[in-house]
């Protein structure tokens, strides 16, 4: 998927990709896989790929102190489609359902489709998750630095050490 969507890895980031399901061992329903290019105390920016219909749990990113509001992401789709859902006003019809057997562990349903090219942003300590579509999607996340440990999940059963 990185290569159709003109994303080229050197040989050491091919060798860093991470392949995350979240700890529940359902990597075709709920997980991602991503590579981090950098991550500082000012800035992150990853390419996350998911498989068609693959889902990243609900989540936000809390605040971590009273300079530290969390992490705020803007996504911008790469190739294929995802499906965002955060906050807000739920869509009538959403295009998408949460994995099942999990869906008591989302909660937001405000839909944000992204094709190529089309990004979102989302505001710190904003509930969130998204779905590719049904060819998967390769999305470019830019945010501020990304803390996995501190990362808040709906779901009591996901466990997260690095990664997102």
């Not at 996350?48 to 609900?58: A, D, F, K, M």
């Not at 190739?79 to 009538?92: R, S």
Request: glycine residues 8%; negative net charge; proline residues 9%.
């Amino acid at each position: 998927m990185l290569s159709r969507s003109g994303i080229v890895l050197t040989e050491e980031e091919q060798s860093q990709v991470e392949v995350a399901d979240m700890g529940l061992g359902e990597l075709h329903l709920c997980g991602l896989q991503l590579i981090t290019y950098v991550n500082t105390d000012r800035y992150c920016a990853k390419d996350l790929v998911l498989l068609p219909r693959q889902t990243c749990p609900e989540h936000r990113h809390p605040p971590l102190g009273p300079n530290n509001p969390g992490k705020m992401e803007t996504f911008r789709c790469r190739w294929g489609k995802v499906y965002l859902y955060v906050e807000g006003t739920p869509a009538a019809s959403p295009k998408t359902k949460p994995p099942v057997g999990s869906e008591t562990y989302y909660t937001v349903f405000h839909e944000v489709e992204l094709r190529p090219g089309e990004q979102y942003t989302i505001p710190p300590n904003t509930l969130h998750w998204f779905q590719a579509g049904d060819d998967g999607a390769v999305v470019s996340e830019f945010s501020s630095m990304s803390r996995d440990e501190s990362d808040l999940f709906t779901d009591p059963r996901i466990r997260r050490d690095a990664g997102l």
